[in-house]
T-cell receptor, first 115, second 113 residues
Framework: AQKVTQAQTEISVVEKEDVTLDCVYE???????LFWYKQPPSGELVFLIRRNSFDEQNEISGRYSWNFQKSTSSFNFTITASQVVDSAVYFCALILKGGSEKLVFGKGTKLTVNP | DAGVIQSPRHEVTEMGQEVTLRCKPISGHNSLFWYRQTMMRGLELLIY????????DSGMPEDRFSAKMPNASFSTLKIQPSEPRDSAVYFC???????????FGPGTRLTVL
């Protein structure tokens, strides 16, 4: 069965620091998708990125970047020059293509950015 | 574009009462998912539908929980009778197909006294 591990339960940084949120996944399948979602204090779940298992290119979107490495089964998320508005719980998730078709979430990392 | 719509946003009820949560998925999306989020258990998938048909309800905790999707634009999750341990945030999500990106509604915060 697939599994997603976010070992960092909570991270606290000062504004403008860079921060990396770790995500390690387990699956025996070769075709899958990885996701990151953000849950701010207001409670909604906001989609950030979807990555195909065959596409290991890193992606950058503004201050956000993602590093996908199949060799280490990791899909890490970096926020550059963090801001207070980045404070949220961030979830990494995995779904198999053609498998159980259930999105498996990690337990989340709570990021607090202090002014 | 309208996202996933859920109602009510907050619900406070007494133990034993029936609770109905509602969801309108994004137009054109064929898959709909119901999740529950608690501090203890995190995000749990309760049930999902594809083309209005329930595909997997193995996450539904008990017979007190039921879900329907009578058409492509509406789904309900019902709890009857409700219990205090059902207190949680219930999210509805929809996607183009079962493995595509899921977009979540704002959630319904349920409190059972």
């Amino acid at each position: 069965a697939q599994k997603v591990t976010q070992a960092q339960t909570e991270i606290s940084v000062v504004e403008k620091e860079d921060v990396t949120l770790d995500c390690v996944y387990e699956t025996r399948d070769t075709t899958y998708y990885l996701f990151w979602y953000k849950q701010p204090p207001s409670g909604e779940l906001v989609f950030l990125i979807r990555r195909n298992s065959f596409d290991e290119q890193n992606e950058i979107s503004g201050r956000y970047s993602w590093n996908f490495q199949k060799s280490t089964s990791s899909f890490n998320f970096t926020i550059t020059a963090s801001q207070v508005v980045d404070s949220a719980v961030y979830f990494c998730a995995l779904i198999l293509k053609g498998g159980s078709e259930k999105l498996v979430f990690g337990k989340g990392t709570k990021l607090t950015v202090n002014p | 574009d309208a996202g996933v719509i859920q109602s009510p946003r907050h619900e406070v009820t007494e133990m034993g009462q029936e609770v109905t949560l509602r969801c309108k998925p994004i137009s054109g999306h064929n898959s709909l998912f119901w999740y529950r989020q608690t501090m203890m258990r995190g995000l749990e998938l309760l049930i999902y539908f594809n083309n209005n048909v329930p595909i997997d309800d193995s996450g539904m905790p008990e017979d007190r929980f039921s879900a329907k999707m009578p058409n492509a634009s509406f789904s309900t999750l019902k709890i009857q009778p409700s219990e205090p341990r059902d207190s949680a945030v219930y999210f509805c999500a929809s996607s183009l197909d079962t493995t595509d990106t899921q977009y979540f509604g704002p959630g319904t915060r349920l409190t059972v006294l």
